[in-house]
């Protein structure tokens, strides 16, 4: 049976780690994938993190099966977290699981729209995540693009992203970044996003909302204002999240998709459809993560703390934003980057070619996605005078 298979090439994102990993240059810099590093290039556990899983080694009584929604109190308390105090909780509008990781949350809500709908078209920004595609693909939806990231300009195409969603069905889905655009850092305004929840209004598509660095951006509440602008303006929505960036819990894989729907008994219904898709596919998902961000998300004290660890994460990724523009300037670069310190969260594009790209990588051991996407949290002090040098030579 697996005679015939062709090898299938590494992920664009994950590859680069192993890459990594190999290149025994004293000097590398992995700028690949998404994850949050401190001024040592570690990805530390944090120490909200830290007290609540000693907590729950002390209190944790049992390993019975959880259950396919996952932990109860998790649940309420990221439906408080992504929604605030929306009037969809007080109208009983929201049903929230548990999911392993954001990209589990995501590929059950694509599982999910399937079932609602066999093959619906689903409209990604271009560029979107890299896994986004094969992901929707593969739980049978179709995919389409809109405009959004302006290469030229490096900013939003914000005309081309209108026009297009103009042009979307009411019975199709629309994929929107709740915050930190995965992969240009380019995010909507409050505005913008009013203009298009005024479309989403008009059309009566459906938005499926990937918020995977809330809190990366600009704040908690500022981060999810997009999705709960929609949230005021459509009668059913989805939303997927992640705790991997913002507890820093990459390894647990937790996450959370929230359905919104027109009323009680509409979203009861369709949550029995969701936990039956997630019978079929993992069963139940794990408990340790959850059961850490509850016991962070419960506790006055261990809450206001993981709000300043949050603080001191996004702080250093907007400060990596200007050291590195700061940096190209001063080693004589004259092309415009400013931009970079207009982007929000973990990514931004440096645009340089693929081929520059190869040639960071391969002369100076410095590691992007092909896009040129950078992860800005993998710059420091300690080797941001090497980044700049390097890439002003390949300039
Ligand atoms: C990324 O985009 O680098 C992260 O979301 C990690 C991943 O799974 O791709």
């Known amino acids: 049976m697996f005679c015939h298979l062709n090898a299938m090439p590494a992920d664009p994102i994950l590859g680069l780690l192993v890459k990594y990993k190999q290149d025994e240059n004293p000097l590398k810099i992995d700028l690949g994938v998404g994850v949050y590093k401190n001024e040592l290039g570690h990805t530390e556990i944090l120490n909200c993190v830290k007290k609540a899983e000693k907590y729950r080694l002390e209190t944790e009584d049992t390993k019975v099966y959880i259950g396919p929604t996952g932990s109860a109190q998790f649940n309420d308390e990221m439906t408080k977290l992504i929604f605030g105090t929306h009037k969809v909780l007080f109208e ?12 589990g949350a995501l590929r059950v809500a694509a599982e999910f729209i399937n079932t609602c709908k066999p093959g619906a078209t689903i409209w990604v920004s271009n560029p979107t995540w890299a896994n986004h595609m094969a992901l929707f693909q593969a739980a049978g939806l179709t995919v389409k693009t809109y405009p959004y990231y302006d290469y030229e300009n490096k900013c939003l ?6 026009a297009a969603l103009k042009d979307v069905s009411n019975d199709d889905v629309v994929l929107l970044h709740a915050c930190c655009h995965n992969p240009s850092g380019m995010d909507l305004t409050n505005n913008q996003w009013q203009q298009i929840a005024e479309i989403a209004k008009d059309i009566g598509f459906m938005p499926l909302i990937d918020m995977a660095y809330q809190g990366f951006g600009t704040g908690l509440d500022e981060d999810a204002y997009g999705l709960r602008l929609l949230a005021d303006s459509v009668n059913e929505m989805i939303v997927c999240s992640s705790c991997s960036k913002n507890f820093g819990l990459y390894r647990e894989r937790i996450g959370a998709c929230s359905l919104v729907g027109k009323s009680t008994l509409i979203v009861e219904k369709a949550f029995t459809v969701l936990l039956s898709i997630i019978r079929g596919i993992y069963s139940m998902p794990p408990a340790h993560g959850a059961a850490i961000v509850e016991i962070i998300l419960s506790s006055d004290e261990l809450r206001a703390q993981w709000y300043q660890e949050l603080k001191i994460m996004r702080d250093r990724i907007n400060n990596n934003r200007q050291l590195l523009v700061n940096k190209l300037k001063s080693k004589g670069v004259t092309r415009d980057f400013s931009f970079i310190t207009h982007q929000a969260g973990m990514f931004s ?3 340089i070619t693929a081929q520059q790209v190869k040639q960071l990588q391969d002369e100076y ?15 420091a002090t300690n080797n941001v005078d090497y980044l700049a040098q390097s890439i002003a030579k390949i300039l």
């Open 92 to 103: 009983d509008r929201v049903r929230t699981i548990s999911t392993p990781g954001g990209t």
């Open 157 to 162: 195409d914000f005309e081309g992203m209108l």
């Open 349 to 351: 594009f440096l645009g």
């Open 365 to 379: 051991s410095i590691y992007m996605v092909d896009s040129s996407r950078m992860s800005i949290a993998g710059i």
